[in-house]
C-alpha cells in the first residue's frame, strides 16, 4: 500500500466540465508534486509545493489550477482542458523541497501515489 | 536543460536472464534514484543513490552511482515474471528539480 493516495483513479471529463483530482500522503512530508505522464514522454513536473507554499510551476496553462490547503493534501483543478491533456496525473511527496541540493541530501526523495487517468473527450 | 539518456528504450529477454541499463548524462548529478512502473500504477521507488561510486543492492537488484556522477546502471539478476515493467532512471543536481529518463520497457519471457 503506497503512502500516497490519489483519488479519483479515473475519470473522463467533457471539455466543458470543472474536476478535481485529489491526492493525500501519509508519510509526514513536507513537500507535494503533480506530475503527468503522456505515452513516449519522460515524467513532465507540473507544481511544487513546500510546507503549503508553491516554489515550482513549470509553464502549465491556467486551466489546471493547484490547491494546497496544509502538507498532506494536494489538488489539482481542472477546467475547460482539451484532449490532449488526457493522461496520467501523478502526485508525488517529499521529505522537503530544496533548491540547492546537497550531495547525500536525502530528503528530496519522491514517493508516488498511483496516479489518476484523466481522459478528456 | 539537462536531460538524461537512458538505454535500452526496450528489452525482452528470458527468464533467469540477467538485465543491465542505464541512464547517463552530460550534466553531474547529486543523487540517482531508480523507479519501476507496473502497467496503470504510479513508479514505486526501487533503488536510492546519494554518493558518487555507490553500489546498492534491493534484492535482485543493485544500481550504482557513477564516479564520475554523470551516470548510473541498474542491474536485475534472475530475472522473473514480474520484472516486467518500465524502468526510470531519474537524478538531482544542483538547481534544477528531478529529471526523469524515458523509460526501459522489460519483457521476460517464461
Known amino acids: 500500500e503506497t503512502g500516497v493516495t490519489q483519488t479519483p483513479r479515473h475519470l473522463v471529463m467533457g471539455m466543458t466540465n470543472k474536476k478535481s483530482l485529489k491526492c493525500e500522503q501519509h508519510l509526514g512530508h513536507n513537500a507535494m508534486y503533480w506530475y503527468k505522464q503522456s505515452a513516449k514522454k519522460p515524467l513532465e513536473l507540473m507544481f511544487v509545493?513546500?510546507?503549503?507554499?508553491?516554489?515550482e510551476n513549470n509553464s502549465v496553462p491556467s486551466r489546471f489550477s493547484p490547491e494546497c490547503p496544509n502538507s498532506s493534501h494536494l489538488f489539482l483543478h481542472l477546467h475547460t482542458l482539451q484532449p490532449e491533456d488526457s493522461a496520467l496525473y501523478l502526485c508525488?511527496?517529499?521529505?522537503?523541497?530544496?533548491?540547492?541540493?546537497?550531495?547525500?541530501?536525502?530528503?528530496?526523495?519522491?514517493?508516488f501515489g498511483e496516479g489518476s487517468w484523466l481522459t478528456v473527450v | 536543460g539537462q536531460q538524461l539518456n537512458q538505454s535500452p528504450q526496450s528489452m525482452f529477454i528470458q527468464e533467469g536472464e540477467d538485465v543491465s541499463m542505464n541512464c547517463t548524462s552530460s550534466s553531474i548529478f547529486n543523487t540517482w534514484l531508480w523507479y519501476k512502473q507496473e502497467p496503470g500504477e504510479g513508479p514505486v521507488l526501487l533503488i536510492a543513490l546519494y554518493k558518487a561510486g555507490e553500489l546498492t543492492s534491493n534484492g535482485r537488484l543493485t544500481a550504482q552511482f557513477g564516479i564520475t556522477r554523470k551516470d548510473s546502471f541498474l542491474n536485475i539478476s534472475a530475472s522473473i515474471p514480474s520484472d516486467v515493467g518500465i524502468y526510470f532512471c531519474?537524478?538531482?543536481?544542483?538547481?534544477?528539480?528531478?529529471?526523469f529518463g524515458k523509460g526501459t520497457r522489460l519483457s521476460v519471457i517464461a
Open positions: 508525488a511527496s517529499s521529505q522537503e523541497y530544496k533548491k540547492t541540493f546537497n550531495r547525500g541530501f536525502s530528503g528530496n526523495t519522491i514517493y
Open positions: 531519474a537524478g538531482l543536481s544542483g538547481n534544477t528539480p528531478l529529471v
Open positions: 509545493y513546500n510546507f503549503k507554499e508553491q516554489t
